[in-house]
């Protein structure tokens, strides 16, 4: 995949979405490796553009024990083995300006926002000056007309390599809702959209502390998402989700994603038709 050129984010040859897919943390180096592999086969039988994603460092933990990473340098190491490896993008999570340089340093080539840290002006020009892709989550406290200002302020600081990624709003205290009116009106801005199918279906603020949610819908809002014209779909896997470090709750199980994958791609060459 050529990170060089927007439009080949956008679609490849046949003109299918491209996929954002990978464990929510950087556990160890097996676990890692094994679910980019898995992915990058899969992938490559259907021809889906194909960026692995995993967090080096989880910042926003709901809990003072919650699990946050193996630390910065090794989780970027095993980052960067990947990249090397199953010569594949890499998309990871960034929370402050010194780490966009960092992770830019490690050749991560998306750094991603996350979606409470959508409006830090400093944090979104750090990443902008290094020259990365940029996807920037909405804020499940935005409408997606007030995420042009976000995208402003990547494209202000002289960088054009931008992406936005819708993940749900807030629907209450514990719950989040699709608006999938969001994925034509972020489009309309000129950048290619993303649906984060697994974080819509969080449920966060629980009692255990411990976030919670629906993987039974993820078929479902992907479905949705494919048939609204995202350009691209983030989920979150795992080999066995019961024992993931992170959001294990809302992440597919690692072999249901192909079944998945080839349902999504029947329905949009069904629409293209």
Known sequence: ???ADLQYIRSNQEGLFFLIA?????ENEEITLHTATQLKAITDSLSIPFIFKASYRKANRSKADSYTGPGDEKGLEILQK??????VPIVTDIHSPAEAALAASYGVDILQIPAFLCRQSDLLEAAAKTGKYVNIKK????????MKFAAEKISRAGNKNIILTERGTQFGYSDLIVDFRSIPEMQSFGYPVVLDVTHSL???NQPSGV??????????IARAGIAAGVDGLFME??????????????MLKLDKMEELLKSLVR?????KE
């Open 211 to 220: 976030t919670g949610g629906r993987p039974d819908l993820i078929p479902l």
């Open 237 to 250: 896997t795992h080999p066995d989700p019961s024992k993931a470090l992170s959001d294990g709750a809302n």
């Open 22 to 26: 990978g464990p929510c943390v950087v």
């Open 1 to 3: 995949m050529n990170l």
């Open 202 to 204: 969080q449920q966060p």
């Open 267 to 271: 329905i949009q060459k069904a629409l």
């Open 139 to 146: 804020g499940q406290f935005l409408s997606p007309g007030a």
């Open 82 to 87: 990947v990249k090397e490896r199953l010569k």
